[in-house]
T-cell receptor, first 114, second 111 residues
Framework: DAGVIQSPRHEVTEMGQEVTLRCKPISGHNSLFWYRQTMMRGLELLIYFNNNVPIDDSGMPEDRFSAKMPNASFSTLKIQPSEPRDSAVYFC????????????FGEGSRLTVL | QKEVEQDPGPLSVPEGAIVSLNCTYSNSAFQYFMWYRQYSRKGPELLMYTYSSGNKEDGRFTAQVDKSSKYISLFIRDSQPSDSATYLCASCMDSNYQLIWGAGTKLIIKP
């Protein structure tokens, strides 16, 4: 069974450009999370969806960040305009067992903004 | 003070040694305690989780939670070079989606 699939794996872009990260959760999982990981701040929750509905977006840094989940098998995280401080690894995770801490992570999208 | 504290290491031990990884937490409402393993340039992978206090064993791995002292431990027996990774502890309250993460401990097993 395929795990969580993220694309692109690596993205290098220039400041001011739009970045779109994509995620396909595990089939049957109804909860989806976007995390950001940096050396300085560790893993930070950006946004949480349940049954395709955004439940908690309090971790989204600012209006430059937006996320959508148009259906149960696809989600996007968009940064517009991108800034060098957005450089990080962005992870998508899904679970069918919300509230237990059992998350399945993708391999991440490594973003570098020059 | 962070809600979950973890020494970032690195912790370097010889192959075959018993490894002890630890975290402390401050929120007494936490009920789920998880250990995730993260290899370089990969996503975190759930290794073990424990509900409330007690021990849980899975092969060479033992997870231990002491709620009285708010202490979380992961023991690895007969450590292997393939165990070299960053180990992240995390906690959450019952039926709550918000995981609180430790900083991660980088473990190096020397052949």
């Amino acid at each position: 069974d395929a795990g969580v699939i993220q694309s692109p794996r690596h993205e290098v872009t220039e400041m001011g450009q739009e970045v779109t990260l994509r995620c396909k959760p595990i089939s049957g999982h109804n909860s989806l999370f976007w995390y950001r990981q940096t050396m300085m701040r560790g893993l930070e929750l950006l946004i949480y969806f349940n049954n395709n509905v955004p439940i908690d977006d309090s971790g989204m840094p600012e209006d430059r960040f937006s996320a959508k989940m148009p259906n149960a098998s696809f989600s996007t995280l968009k940064i517009q305009p991108s800034e060098p401080r957005d450089s990080a690894v962005y992870f998508c995770a899904s679970t069918a067992r919300e509230g237990t801490g059992e998350l399945f992570f993708g391999e991440g999208s490594r973003l570098t903004v020059l | 003070q962070k809600e979950v504290e973890q020494d970032p290491g690195p912790l370097s031990v010889p192959e075959g040694a018993i490894v002890s990884l630890n975290c402390t937490y401050s929120n007494s409402a936490f009920q789920y305690f998880m250990w995730y393993r993260q290899y370089s340039r990969k996503g975190p992978e759930l290794l073990m989780y424990t509900y409330s206090s007690g021990n849980k064993e899975d092969g060479r791995f033992t997870a231990q939670v002491d709620k009285s002292s708010k202490y979380i431990s992961l023991f690895i027996r007969d450590s292997q070079p393939s165990d070299s990774a960053t180990y992240l502890c995390a906690s959450c309250m019952d039926s709550n989606y918000q995981l609180i993460w430790g900083a991660g401990t980088k473990l190096i097993i020397k052949p």
